[in-house]
């Protein structure tokens, strides 16, 4: 159902795109505090970007965010963020909870309708925390059979400047795919830093666990129009040699094929952030010429 502006609760969105055989309309773009969406004007009919912001700069602690997306009538979707999505622990000013010093969590949940023929490409900048942030992120993807999708989740370990290597408190990604009412695919990753002065024995800070890495990425691919994206990274992973190497590569990547073959989920972990980023856009080349150079250019900016 359909909500307009003056039903929506606070941090909650709705974006409805339909294709009406001479281009894309937007039956629906709205968003309240702390979200906003902006959607520029472009010369393709058939394809439309909308990028996902937040007030401030970022989301703080206690923040709930709801967005509900719908692609119609064999539109093509492109969802993108200005810069990375920042997590603070709290507003300035803020009170904490006196009876624990640790923030409130911030959620933010995304749920997406791909009809037949339709597609959509999340491809925003990666998610970075703040040292204490809590964050929870719930993805749920629901396809049809001859709908086309590229999911891009990624995390970075913090501000590197300011010190803080995963430094924050706790961060939850979760990414379910649907395809007809079949899960395809179910992706969770739980990243938290546990407090070893009262454990029998001492544990592993997030940071030891993780290193030498700061940036994880993982990529959930399907359907027809991607199938060429699909092709080439397979053919790149079968002949990647596995051999002893004296200290961990700067760069690793892995592919795991799903739905016999007409997709996959594809995860990269690397020292820098940039070198995931162009990875990325050298995996994803062929994107170009499914929504064209200006589009790309704008994944990639």
Excluded at 191 to 213: I, M, V
Aim: proline share 4%; charged share 20%; aromatic share 8%.
């Amino acid at each position: 159902m359909s909500l307009s502006l003056s039903k929506l609760e606070p941090g909650q969105g709705h974006i409805a795109l339909r294709n009406h055989g001479s281009g894309n309309v937007f039956t629906h773009l709205s968003a309240t505090y702390p979200l906003k969406l902006l959607s520029p004007n472009l010369h393709s009919p058939n394809v439309s970007v909308v990028y996902v912001l937040s007030y401030g700069g970022g989301l703080v602690g206690g923040d709930h965010v709801q967005l509900d997306i719908e692609v119609h009538d064999g539109a093509q979707l492109v969802i993108l963020s200005q810069g990375s999505t920042k997590v603070f622990k709290a507003r300035h000013g803020q009170r904490l909870s006196s009876r624990a010093n640790i923030s409130p969590v911030t959620v933010q949940r995304l749920d997406f309708q791909v009809a037949p023929r339709s597609a959509l490409f999340l491809l925003p900048d990666p998610v970075t925390c703040f040292r204490s942030a809590k964050y929870h992120q719930l993805q749920t993807f629901h396809l049809a059979t001859d709908s086309s999708a590229v999911l891009l989740d990624w995390i970075t370990s913090g501000r590197k400047s300011l010190g803080e290597d995963w430094a924050f408190a706790k961060y939850y990604s979760l990414n379910e795919v649907w395809v007809d009412g079949k899960r395809i695919a179910k992706d969770a990753l739980l990243l938290e830093d546990r407090d070893s002065t009262h454990k029998p024995f001492a544990l592993r800070s997030l940071a030891e666990s993780l290193a030498p890495y700061s940036c994880y990425a993982t990529i959930i691919i399907y359907g027809a129009l991607v199938e060429d994206t699909i092709a080439h990274l397979t053919a790149a992973y079968e002949v990647i040699t596995v051999f002893k190497q004296a200290s961990p590569s700067s760069l690793l990547w892995s592919l795991s094929p799903i739905c016999e073959g007409k997709g996959c989920v594809v995860r990269v972990a690397a020292t820098e952030t940039e070198d995931v980023k162009n990875w990325l856009k050298a995996a994803l080349r062929d994107l170009e010429r499914v929504l064209g150079v200006d589009v790309y250019r704008r994944i990639f900016a």
